[in-house]
């Protein structure tokens, strides 16, 4: 049996479970739907360390990838944020999730003709934090039955940051060790902060809290780290 068979299966797994993800949610199951995306995350996490573990990485594979990524993390999040409250927003919902998976297929296109010059860091939001941001949240608004309509504009909105994010030039640690980007004191403050204040917020439903927690404050803290750098060169 070949190699590239377990890394390349994993990133078919990828794509099965934003499938799964897309299904379940069509048929109003916003749990799973949510829930598959977390295991795209994970497939997605191995098939790269695979395929360098048995020395079989290839053009081919980073294709399959990124084409899996859009599916998983652009199409199936969009989908997911559309039923769980963008419906509600009329053609303003629409926008914004076809705005996400646009702005998920632009940032795989510039990731894959950026990777010999961008190295330490990630250039804009990745697209599997992007996709389970909404996940995430869906997850916990649903486990403390919050429902996004009743606090305005607040959720669209929120889906447009970040999908924009995606897009940006905000310089995101790729926490490899390379030490490429300096994290600054304050950001690791507003980090911790907003990570503690998330799990406060969702402590009745904590594992849904940890998840939303984790996405949602790497978020932030690449925004606030990368305007304290800017300070710093500017300085």
Request: aromatic content about 16%.
């Amino acid at each position: 049996m070949s190699k590239s068979l377990i890394p390349n299966a994993c990133t078919s797994a990828n794509l099965l479970f934003g499938m799964c993800s897309i299904l379940a949610t069509f048929h109003g199951d916003l749990f799973w739907g949510s829930l598959f995306i977390l295991f795209a995350l994970v497939a997605d996490g191995l098939d790269g360390r695979l395929a360098r573990y048995f020395g079989v990485s290839s053009e081919l594979g980073k294709e399959m990838d990124s084409l899996c990524d859009l599916g998983s993390f652009g199409v199936a999040p969009a989908f997911l944020a559309y039923s769980f409250a963008l419906k509600e927003y009329g053609y303003a919902g629409w926008a914004v999730a076809i705005f996400f998976a646009l702005c998920g297929m632009w940032r795989l296109a510039r990731f894959n003709v950026n990777t010999d010059v961008v190295h330490g860091y990630f250039m804009g939001l990745a697209i599997p934090a992007g996709g389970n941001i909404v996940a995430a949240t869906t997850l916990l608004l649903s486990a403390i039955e919050i429902r996004p309509m009743d606090l305005g504009y607040v959720y669209p909105v929120t889906m447009t940051v970040v999908a924009y994010l995606m897009i940006s030039h905000v310089h995101y640690p790729n926490f490899k060790g390379d030490g490429a980007e300096r994290l600054y004191l304050v950001p690791k403050i507003v980090a911790v902060i907003m990570f503690l204040s998330i799990l406060y917020f969702g402590r009745g439903a904590v594992g849904a809290a940890l998840f939303t927690a984790v996405f949602c404050t790497y978020a932030v803290f690449g925004i606030v780290n990368s305007l304290f750098a800017q300070f710093a060169k500017e300085a």
